[in-house]
Nanobody, 120 residues
Framework: EVQLVESGGGLVQAGGSLRLSCAASGFTFDEYNRGWFRQAPGKEREGVAC????????YYADSVQGRFTISSDNAKNTVSLQMHSLKPEDTAVYYCATVFACGRLIPDYWGPGTQVTVSS
């Protein structure tokens, strides 16, 4: 069964850090572009970060550039998102996904998500 499962979300104070992980099963994750997306209540889904399957190039939304880092552990079939200097506006459900093209951050298949809440 093809599956993506996110973990690591939670409640953190502004300025804090969290590390999200996404475990893939049923397929080889690094054969695909892999990304993180988020959706806050009442807002559209936003692409946050992506890592290319071809050469590992990373892409970030302007809103998280310099604060978030996406990485991949191919041996574990996982991708992670390290988040620093969190802000209340980072509060959202975060989803990992396979991505059609990193430059356009268009998701293909995604997991159920994990909630990140940043308190002020």
């Amino acid at each position: 069964e093809v599956q993506l499962v996110e973990s690591g979300g939670g409640l953190v104070q502004a300025g804090g850090s969290l590390r999200l992980s996404c475990a893939a099963s049923g397929f080889t994750f690094d054969e695909y572009n892999r990304g993180w997306f988020r959706q806050a209540p009442g807002k559209e889904r936003e692409g946050v970060a992506c890592i290319s399957n071809s050469d590992g190039t990373t892409y970030y939304a302007d809103s998280v550039q310099g604060r978030f880092t996406i990485s991949s552990d191919n041996a574990k079939n996982t991708v992670s998102l390290q988040m620093h200097s969190l802000k209340p506006e980072d509060t959202a459900v975060y989803y990992c996904a396979t991505v059609f093209a990193c430059g356009r951050l268009i998701p293909d298949y995604w997991g159920p998500g994990t909630q990140v809440t940043v308190s002020s």
